[in-house]
């Protein structure tokens, strides 16, 4: 179902835990769905030995397909109009992840009513990892 | 070249879909689907990025027969490519898509992609950022565009740190 414009207001906040525990095998699969092979994301030896970073990390794209799920759980199914996010951290094998949607605005535009949402997902140190913005049409 | 034709097909939007942590049946069960608004299989919001697999070009996958620059024998197959002087990699920036509806599987959809804009920062820690815009419209095939994707990509002159 569905968001509601006369159930919300300006200002609130619903949040959806994403992940408590990432793994590598997650990170893998999301390579072999969407076709992003980088070895930066499922190779340890080449992560760590040749490009120098500490161990695998997420695609960015993990990530924000992973916060999709809490804006669609929001908003209701095939409702969003637009979904952007910049990746601000990068996400590690291990880490737990939170998403979270506000309510920017509620208007109107051509006779159907829009939500906009600030969108953010954080670590279980609390450090962003994805910020962006999401606009769906929802119900009256 | 990007792909030119990207068949939307639901066993790839059921990998997708569990890939990215989604249960929401719309993902994966036609049945449960019909009873839904949209009426059908839907693609989740960020699927669109998987037509990289029709990508005949895409630099990110393995090619049958040529060298692969992650590990095997070695810790990479070949010289890993650099556009920095110790290390520096390009990395994903930001993502935005405008969905003008949603997708289905049986449809194909063809994309054209084209650059956007480039600009440069200074980096905290990566040193210089160059950032580059590339933008993919897919297309249904009335001709209508129904999902508009920005990719910004950004390259470093290091290797950037996680603290």
Known sequence: MALQASKIQVGDTHTQKLTDDLSRTQIVQYAGASGDYNPLHSDEIFTTKVAGYPTVFAHGMLTMGMTGRMVTDYVGDGRLTAYGVRFTRQVWPGDALTATATVDAVREEDGQTLVDLSVSTVNQDGDVVVMGKATAKIDP | ?163
Do not use: C
């Open chain 2, 1 to 163: 070249m990007a792909a030119k034709k990207f068949p939307i097909e639901a066993g790839h939007i059921m990998m997708f879909a569990r890939a990215v942590g989604d249960p929401n049946p719309i993902y994966h069960d036609a049945d449960a689907a019909a009873d839904t608004e949209p009426g059908d299989v839907i693609a989740p919001p960020t699927f669109y990025q998987s037509s990289a697999q029709y990508d005949p070009d895409y630099f990110l996958r393995p090619k049958i027969g040529e060298p692969w620059f992650g590990s095997g024998k070695n810790p990479t197959g070949v010289p890993p490519k650099r556009t920095g002087g110790d290390g520096g990699t390009g990395l994903h920036a930001e993502q935005r898509f405008e969905y003008f509806r949603h997708v289905s599987p049986g449809e194909t959809l063809t994309i054209k992609t084209r650059p956007g804009n480039t600009w440069e920062r200074q980096g905290k820690r990566g040193g210089k950022l160059t950032f580059s815009e590339n933008i993919t419209e897919y297309f249904d095939e009335s001709g209508e565009l129904v999902v508009r994707a920005t990719g910004v990509g950004v390259r470093t002159e290091k290797v950037v740190e996680s603290d």
